[in-house]
């Protein structure tokens, strides 16, 4: 409608008090479970026998300029690099957009300096800025991927088409792969030719699961307990539609 | 190898340029290219084919990408950059700044100088203070006023989220009132049909609100990660979401495929003239 | 294990091959069905039958509103989504109006290459029986708001540059409530949030012709009505084109039809290799189980 | 006051007001009838003229509004005096097709109640010349004397289901008449309307073809009650005779304003003044006579329908072309903002372009530095003859920039009207026949290889979910082309599962469509926490840049 029914204003007040609410108790420091993801339990596997082979690790922070996304990337990527930095193994790092870049080279060193490893490796020949052009981007990676023969291949964040190119080219290295990423269309590329994938709100799930932001895991929870609203609601209509043949009650409730 | 595979090419060039050649001669006559011609209100014929010739050229130079990035494919890429860029700016400074601000603010300003305005004038005339905040962008190229250029943003960040809950509810309602399904339909609810149409009917829905039911489950993160009923219908979830994705890499493949038809029906038909327009 | 210590048996060697040889006998079958134009028996999906019939039920005091928004790469599918639709417009005599948006200005000009050209075989005046505006930036759901609100206001005037006040037919067509259809042909039929600020709020039925990756997202607004009609790819296009050749409203064969035809083997061929593939991978496998026992 | 604080407050404000602009309630009275307007009825009350109509503001939510016709101008309510409700089974989708009569105690208006199953014949009493109606529920048919009503069939005994009605109040008796879906007049006439003996046969002598007519009425033609309709261009006209049968006074006439397109006349007549007037809906195949082309409500005078003269038109325009929902007292200014920040996005398009300027202006600015710098101190990979090695570092920027001016220019200069033969329009149409169109869907299809390998050598069933997602895709793929409908057409037809396109179809709108709904709820969901966050400034990351 060009103005809010009832029922939007009912649910406009529900949700967004879920998702303050919650923001609010994250940030009082109240506990919140979020329940592990499966993709993500076995990085600490991918790294450790990346780690055995004594060959490189990838971490590719996909298309995204400065934004939410690409946060959610760097907090796994903190958490790859401190790992990594343990077991002393680089951590290559492709960029596409020239502010990220910025940021993931502020990560990277925090994370080989949390281990007291800062001068291992060069910050140049891990950190490299490839291209903004999509296909120059997959071109380039793929190259890399398969001269430094890489061990395992992490690929979070938002892709185009290139998406194909990484993921055949760490299939034919070899690469223990896990991918992540919010766009929809290109998981069925990644989902046939990687170990592990990660798609839709997982991918948000994951960057609060690691950097505990509270705003971003407040407001994860909060939409979590909207979407149970909804789907009680689901459940309800079609039962009552089930029982009163015809008469659609609840639908024309909510359409007023 | 790498001796056979040049001669390979080259083989492979010379054929082209003979189908070309016998292309040419083909367009001096057929009544197709005239048709073509009088469609695209091009002057002459030369120009026609020197416009097919750059076509086909660029099309090449875009495929020999795939096999080693050459200044060919990079002449065409910059150039392809240039003309899109160009285009849309063009566009912008003539159909948008200049005919659908410039021209309204000038006439109502015009009214307003001769003292006959309405609401509506005034409120054109207050467009002007559009133009301020538009010019803002242009503070990020300096590094000591860079924030100024973040107002514009913010007022786009604003609006965009202001008119958010507005967007979704809109798409939301009819979604959730959408998957209320019957499951069982009686001989009440669609009257005439036979049992085995109902029957039909009734999985049909089934399916479609378990389907949703269970997705929905399968992105919940917060909480229901011992309770069984959750994590059995992520499973089942699961399994859909396997089939939807199918769905999407079915028809990803149907849109490649029909833009590479549409070019390889440009280069043989329009260039070669092998094929019937 | 990489694949040169591999022992390189058939099967091996068939599922290794070199791309190129790939590419040689991808290219091969499409040159050959495009020279062989084969005959096929159209597929008759519903939404495409729903979409005609509402464009058949169409009041003729109202006009019908097509956001063309397709770019160079989805020619092959969304030019002949809108030359097929028009073509039935114009047969029915139904006014429209084109809208592009200025973050696509290859929409606009490709729109009105076969805006044009359709126009004068059918016989059709610009100002008349339709007009196309000029381009319009699209700033998210507050550009829809005030364009439906008041059409000549916002748009001011047509891409020929002509105010709209002047042209006869935008005499009648002053707001969405005098919209009986809008129809967006584009690569992403979601681009423009239509439905949020427009279908809901005032119920103008919102149909869509979209590239084949994006149809796939339509199917849960088909099934809750926010959208009446979809043409999916090439293959919604020949659909179209085949109706209205039915009809006998034009005799030449449309572009989706001619594309649909060659995707049908090339998509052949895509399947067929994936089952070889997946094959010589079971082949390969058993002959290493049946090796090491 | 940081300046990160300054701009979340502006952007809470901006989105304050187009949140609010959404949640206030429309101002009382919303344009209910902006939408669509038809089946007008006339009645004449103790010499004043009314006439009611149906207005829907939604698609299909139809209400009844009213006009008073005040020293010649017919003034229209600005609210609905009957509305659809939403708890009352018989009209929760909206009322249609009114039909009034003036009664002693007031006015009684019947209209066909919308609902889910079949539309019902329901009626409401009003004392103050319409202003409020109360509504007193389904008008009840008996046959022979037997009342039977029911929660199925509220309108009690009915031979079929109605398609429209008829009725008029006369000399203290109801008559009513339904023309029902199987073309047939059924004559019913009661005392009241919640008492109404219906004639177990249909009227004789009526020669219906299969289409519905476009005016159904009945009026008092000199005291007597004559039924009337308009088939066709033909009117068909009946009255009691003597012994109380409905006999047909058959009468052709043309009728219609002259143009050869019938004139719809989808209402009502009324003749307490003598005069028959008929509501008529304005014709919408051809041109009307002579007012601009509005949906307009006239109430056409038929002077005398025997001689056959054409009706005279008695014009009331009164549907503003261009209507709107009644805004709520922030909505003046949406307009407005939609402008505002059009123009606004409009500036931000020309940072692209400025960008690449900039970067490729610096590369041909650092190259011809290089040009003649000494061997040693390049600043750019060096090598080889200085203008090869100008070339190739500025050399694709000089394209980038040439095209970029050319394009402009042309552009600018080739799209006009006037330019339309000249040499601007042909670079125009060159540049972008030969470059940019052709380059564009090649750069589109060129990953069309890329997927073919890809899928060729990674597409591998490891998994069950794998194979269900292969095979998912196959179906897809196989049963929207061509090709699923030739392997169909092997299947015998009742073999549906083996049907490819089918299975697609069902594929696509029943699993596909579950399963990418709940993530579209999930995606919307998101989007409602992002943009709260954004609007209350929770979100830091958007202004990282800024201190």
Redesign the interface.
Known sequence: MDHATLPIIIFILLFSSFIITMIILTKRGKEVFLRPINGLKVIDDAIGRAAEEDRPIMFNLGFDDLSVNLFCSLAVMGYVVRKAAKLSMPVYVPLAQPLAYAMAEEFWKDGYAAMGKEGMFAVEDCLRYMSSNQSALGAGIAGWIKRDHVGANFMFGTYGFESMMLAEAGQQAGAFQIACTPSFYQVPFFMVSCDYTVFGEEFYAAGAYFNRDPVLTGSLVGQDYSKLVLLLLIVLGSLLLTIFQKHDYLRLLLQW | MQKTSKIFWLLIAALVLILAAWGEVKAMHSPAVTARIA?????SHF?YR???W???L??I???S??FK?NPFY????????????????????????Y???L??IKKSLMNVMAGSYTR?DI?TV??I???V???L??F??SKKY??VS???M?????????????????????????????????E??MPGAPFIDRFYAGC??A???????????????????KNAIVKGSSKI??????????????????????????????L?AEWLL???M | MTEENKKRSLWDRIQFCDPRILYALFAVVVIVFEMVQVKMPVPNPVWVGKLYDKVESLPLDKAVLIDCDYGAGNRGECEGQFKAFIQHLFSRNIKFMVLTWTTNVEGQKLGRQVLDEVAKKMGKTDGEDYVMFQAIVNAGGVTLQSLAKDIHGFVVKDINGRDLGDIPMMKNFKSINDVSLIYRVAYSWGGIPWIGFVQSVYGTPLAAGSAGIESSTAYPYLDSGQLCGLLAGAAGAAAYEKRIIDAGITEETGIGTKTVSVQSFATLFVVVSILISNFAMFMSKAQSRRANV | MSKRNILKIIAFVVGLYFFLEYILPEKVGGDFDSYEVNSPVCVEKQGKKLQFYVGSYYKGRGAIGRMVKTDGAWKKDPLPVLQRSLFMKFDQYGLAEPDCAATPEGLTLLYMGQNEKEPVLCFAESKDDGKTFQKRGPAVFSTNGLFKVSENDPNGFLPDRIKTFAAEYANGRWEVFLFTMTYRIFHAAGPDLKHLALDAEPLAGTTLTEKSPNAFDVALEGGAPTLFYIMDREIMKFRKDGSGQWTPLVWKAPHGSGSNDTMYAGGRCDSSDGTLYLGTKQNQKGRPIDSPFETTLCAVKLRDLSDGSPLATEMTFYKKVGAQPKPTYLSYGTEWAGKFLTVVGSFAIFIAMINLMLFHGKKIYQSALNYNAPQGEEKLPGGGAPMRNFLKNAGYSAVFLIFLAVMIVCALKGQTDEARGTGWKTTFDFLFNAIQAPMGSAVFSMITFYMISAAYRSFKVRSLEAGFLMAAAIVCMVGQMPIGELLASLVPESWKLLQLPWLSGKLLSVLNAAAYRAVLIGTLIGSVAISLRIWLGLDNSVYSSVD
């Open positions: 469609d695209l209100e091009l002057p120009i020197l416009q097919t750059v076509a086909a660029s099309c130079a875009v495929y990408f795939l990035e990079r002449f065409f890429e910059h150039a392809l950059l240039g003309c899109a860029t160009g285009y849309s700016c063009a566009v912008v400074m003539r159909q948008n700044l005919s659908q601000w021209v309204p509506e409120a207050a467009l203070f559009a133009g905040i538009g010019l962008w242009y990020q190229y860079f924030w973040r107002i514009a913010c007022i786009s960040l604003g609006a965009g989220a202001g008119l958010a809950f507005k967007d979704t509810f809109n798409q939301l309602i009819p979604q959730i009132t959408g998957t209320f399904k019957n499951l069982c339909p009686s009440y609810a049909e829905n399916i479609f609100v378990i389907g949703t039911v269970s997705v929905l489950m399968y992105f919940f993160f917060a909480f229901g990660n979830g699961r399994w859909y979401l396997m089939i939807a994705l199918g769905a999407f890499f079915g028809n990803t493949f149907m849109s490649r495929l029909s833009a590479l038809i549409e070019r390889v029906h440009f043989m092998m094929s019937q």
